[in-house]
């Protein structure tokens, strides 16, 4: 069954359309990974699912019911863990979780026990009557994730829940989504950390200018761009490099530089790499190495937006 | 019950916020005790005249001589105490030099007084009550002349001691400097309850957490409320701390109504709650609302007499000063503390909740309207 089903859904910001007539499914049990650049409707389509916006036209269902006429209903399933981190600083761990989870409609001594289950399982119990003001930005991303899951949301959605924590907080927070998926929610993911995407969601969804522009699992989006390769060339630290020359090389698709490493994707059925290291010659551009990559999530993404999902 | 549960974190939020305790309580109540401290002379009506010493020459004979002595006997009970002049003493030039507050001959025909106009209140008191005392003599003079047999019970047992008898235009009790400061605190700081007001909803956005209230399946509405009902608690109970501790510890007097007095100032809390919220809305940035309202709440203080009473006499004066909530809302409490007039609060409720509506019904539109909080 799907637990998310958006259908033709619009939304515009005055003159300026965040959303074109989006047509996506989410299916109960999913890790779902939602990929786009900032500004590219990802978050206004977070928005509208979790109600806090209202679109234009089209509509959203969650669970088969329509999320404006069944508001309620929509909002209990569905736990939202911001991208920023939305709890009182002068409340307690323990307060915090019990105020959100309160206007979930939880009393008396299920409140209690499923606050306590939602602190065990982010690993914060011992920190029940610690403000978050001492916290440090791993245990606060933590505690966020608490307040979005104590009253036991069958939808969780994730914006950004790893943003500037440390590898060890990281780790502890993609756990915690597989086992949360594990005990049968359903996540909706999203992240600029690739590798992360690629790691945890069984199925990921590429937003571009407000519409879908992919959408499978890794291994489909993957094989939409196989007849793509990736050439990495580390230069000379402070080398200047006209990219437009090697873009207009004979079967490059796309050209990124990052520091001293350029990547350069090409069309595997193009033999490319001399007229490259060539136009690099001619530039008088010092070539250190030079690496050939088979695809990834990453390229995938390049390739069909034009941008690094990091690119702002 | 969303309603309660979010009201009772905004109290429990405002409460631990050592800002709030500081700036709500304990900021009043310095003042308070500065002010009703440092301006306690300007607001002391009574003033000290002391003893009163008068030369006289008694040239009577007599019944009168007798009368004379009377009075002289009762005056000193007033503190006015009479000095036979001695031979060789120049009386009038003792009164001049101030030795002496007054010089006067008595005759059986008349009484002449002779005081120093430099102390014009000593010189009244005793020109007051030598009047008295003639007036007493003429009209026991008159009566002698119908029934004679009657001048001895008025001169003896009707003799006149409330030569000074205090008449008030007003009530009998008057505030002093912490009586009025007392006042003037308290509702200055219930006003200044709509800064943090402004921050209310504003603050949810700020934080990052309204996007998570709005996600909860709880009605816009209910956080609106909610968070007014919560923000009205804690300035309440603040204002009502403030009052509660000059009663006790100032010993400010609140008069005999006060629960009177606690509705009126509840209702200026409404309304200043009501000021940041409506504020809040209209502006577009968190510092255009605080500076519209920190400039509101500075010109409302003055002119309402925080910080020192405002006698507003001209049709002008009086209109500026009138443009203050603390103005109707000081006057109606002074009305409810000294002159028992409980109706006198109805003016300043009526205003502060017909306002509080207003500004109510201004964020409540905006609210409405915007998505989001």
């Not at chain 1, 990219?243 to 490319?272: C, R, Y």
């Not at chain 2, 019944?63 to 001695?86: C, D, N, P, T, W």
């Not at chain 2, 009386?91 to 010089?103: L, M, N």
């Not at chain 2, 809390?269 to 609302?289: D, H, K, N």
Request: hydrophobic content about 45%; charged content about 20%; proline content about 2%.
């Amino acid at each position: 069954m799907n637990i998310l089903e958006i259908k033709n859904v619009t939304k515009k910001f005055g003159d300026f359309i965040a959303v074109d007539n989006m047509s996506l499914t989410v299916a109960e049990g999913e890790i779902f990974g939602f990929l786009g650049t900032n500004g590219a409707g990802k978050s206004t389509t977070i928005n509208m699912i979790s109600g806090l916006l209202r679109a234009n036209s089209g509509e959203i269902k969650i669970l088969g019911k329509d999320i404006h006429k069944h508001s309620r209903f929509a909002k209990k399933n569905i736990g939202i863990v911001p991208q920023d981190i939305a709890i009182y600083e002068d409340l307690t761990t323990y307060e915090n979780v019990k105020f959100f989870a309160g206007l979930y409609g939880l009393r008396g001594t299920q409140l209690h026990k499923q606050v306590e289950e939602a602190l065990e399982f982010v690993g914060l119990s011992d920190k029940h009557k610690s403000y978050p003001k001492s916290f440090s930005g791993g245990m606060k991303r933590r505690l966020n994730i608490a307040c979005a899951i104590a009253h036991r949301p069958k939808l969780i959605i994730m914006d950004e829940p790893t943003v500037g924590i440390d590898p060890q907080s990281r780790n502890y927070i993609l756990n915690s989504v597989k086992k949360l998926n594990e005990m049968g929610c359903t996540i909706i993911y999203t992240s600029h950390y690739m590798e992360e995407v690629e790691e945890i969601c069984s199925r990921i969804a590429i937003i571009d200018h407000g519409k879908i522009i992919a959408e499978g699992t890794k291994e489909q989006l993957k094989a939409i761009i196989t007849n793509t390769k990736d050439v990495w060339i580390e230069i000379k630290p402070m080398e200047t490099i006209d990219l437009n020359k090697i873009e207009a090389v004979s079967g490059v698709k796309a050209v990124q530089m990052e520091e001293n490493l350029m990547k350069v994707s090409s069309d595997v059925s193009v033999n490319n790499l001399n007229d490259i290291i060539q136009c690099l010659i001619n530039d008088k551009v010092e070539i250190r190495s030079l690496k050939e990559q088979s695809p990834n999530l990453e390229t995938v993404f390049l390739t069909l937006t034009g941008r690094s999902l990091r690119d702002h | 019950m969303n309603i309660i549960r979010i009201a009772f974190k905004e109290i429990k939020s405002d409460f631990r916020d050592s800002r709030t305790l500081v700036f709500m309580l304990a900021f009043p109540i310095v003042l308070m005790l500065i002010l009703g401290t440092a301006l306690s002379n300007t607001f002391n009506t009574s003033t000290s005249v002391g003893e009163i010493h008068v030369l006289y020459k008694d040239q009577t004979s007599g019944e009168f001589s007798g009368y004379v002595r009377q009075f002289m006997k009762e005056a000193k009970k007033s503190a006015l105490h009479f000095k036979r002049i001695s031979g060789q003493l120049d009386a009038k030039k003792e009164v001049q030099q101030g030795y002496y507050d007054g010089y006067m001959t008595i005759t059986n025909e008349q009484i002449q007084l002779y005081v120093n106009d430099t102390n014009s209140i000593k010189g009244s008191i005793i020109q007051g009550m030598t009047a008295a005392f003639a007036d007493q003599y003429n009209i026991a003079t008159a009566v002698a002349k119908v029934k004679p047999e009657q001048v001895q019970l008025l001169m003896n047992n009707k003799v006149q001691n409330d030569y000074i008898k205090e008449t008030s235009l007003h009530s009998k009790r008057q505030p002093g400097a912490m009586d009025y400061y007392a006042i003037a605190m308290t509702t200055m700081i219930a006003l200044y309850g709509a800064l943090p007001a402004s921050y209310l909803i504003r603050g949810e956005r700020t934080r990052k957490t309204a996007d998570r209230l709005l996600a909860a399946p709880v009605h816009k509405f209910e956080i609106f409320i909610g968070k007014i009902f919560g923000n009205m608690v804690v300035n309440f109970l603040c204002v009502a701390i403030v009052i509660t501790f000059s009663k006790f510890v100032f010993k400010a007097y609140w008069g005999h109504h006060l629960a009177l007095v606690y509705l009126v100032v509840f209702t200026e809390v409404l309304f200043a709650i009501s000021l940041g919220l409506g504020i809040s809305y209209i502006s577009r940035t968190e510092g255009a609302a605080r500076t519209i309202l920190m400039v509101v709440i500075q010109l409302a203080s003055f002119l309402g007499g925080a910080y020192f009473k405002i006698e507003a006499t001209g049709p002008m004066e009086k209109f500026i000063t009138n443009l203050s909530p603390l103005t109707w809302v000081n006057t109606a409490l002074t009305k409810i503390i000294y002159l028992n007039d409980v109706s006198a609060g109805s003016f300043a409720m009526l205003l502060n909740v017909g306002l509080a509506a207003l500004f109510l019904l201004i964020a409540g539109t905006a609210f409405t309207r915007q998505e989001g909080l």
